[in-house]
């Protein structure tokens, strides 16, 4: 079961797209060769019983794909919106910084400058479940280096609004890691997209099945092709850390932030 579950997660969109697309020419092809057969015994009956059944399961079919690509949509949608508030959570806590003495200023940009080249490098360089974990981390390591320099200086300093102005900052900073974390772990369960593959493959086969003139082709490919396109988007907007479908243009925002330390 495990080996079936963890299939869909570890194959690439395009390759299931292209699976299934072959799976329902082929489905096609079982249920036109199925009707050949009974064609020949029953050539009144054909399509007359189960044309009500296949119009139930394509109107099934068309609602599991819409609601499909609606949660893979709103998941995008959440992920690119965690990606710009970790920003300027980032960025908030880099300009409170500056309201402190230089002696612990600078060490607290030095180590911001290190938590945003350590963000980047989560992004850019986490191209397998092992690199992501050390890159997160070495991520939370710095975080909380960040913190053990603030809540120190905080013990001594007698000016209450640094720390009132910059721990809330910092609490946001690092809490919306583990949101961020939560939003990209979040994907379609595979049940969804099983049963998707399974509803494909038996409207294929009742869509055969029903005919009663010859097949044509052309009509049956390009079905196939769209139902396996729209498919292949919604399982690459489900994966945004390695699909067509990016983060490029939210991660430019954490990009974008190394300008914050130009001056340094």
């Known amino acids: 079961m495990w080996l079936a579950i963890s299939f869909i997660q570890s194959t690439s969109a395009i390759l299931l797209a292209l699976m299934t697309f072959i799976l329902i020419l082929g489905s096609y092809a079982v249920g036109h060769y199925r009707r050949g057969i009974l064609l020949k015994k029953y050539p009144d009956k054909i399509g007359k019983d189960t044309g009500t059944m296949t119009g ?46 230089d002696s612990v200023g600078k060490l607290l940009r030095s180590s911001m400058k290190e938590y945003v080249e350590a963000r980047i490098i989560v992004f850019e360089r986490s191209h397998n479940e092992e690199e992501l974990h050390v890159n997160q981390a070495r991520l939370d390591s710095i975080s909380k280096s960040v913190w053990m320099i603030v809540s120190s200086y905080a013990k001594i300093d007698p000016t209450t609004v640094r720390t009132s102005e910059l721990i809330p900052a910092l609490n946001e900073m690092i809490d919306i890691v583990t949101t961020r974390r939560a939003a990209f772990e979040a994907t ?46 919604i399982i690459d907007l489900d994966r945004p850390q390695n699909g067509l479908i990016n983060m490029d243009g939210p991660r430019q925002k954490i990009v974008a932030l190394r300008g914050m330390f130009d001056a340094d």
């Open 56 to 101: 139930a399961l394509l109107a099934l079919l068309g609602l599991m794909l819409a609601f499909s690509f609606s949660m893979s949509n709103s998941r995008y949608d959440a992920r690119r919106q965690v990606i710009i508030e970790g920003a300027n959570a980032i960025g908030t806590v880099i300009l409170r910084t500056e309201m402190y003495p």
């Open 188 to 233: 379609i369960p595979d049940s969804i997209l099983y049963f998707l593959l399974l509803l494909c493959l038996t409207s294929a086969f009742l869509l055969a099945h029903d005919r009663k003139t010859n097949a044509d082709w052309v009509v049956v490919v390009g079905f196939a092709l769209m139902l396996s396109a729209t498919i292949f988007t």
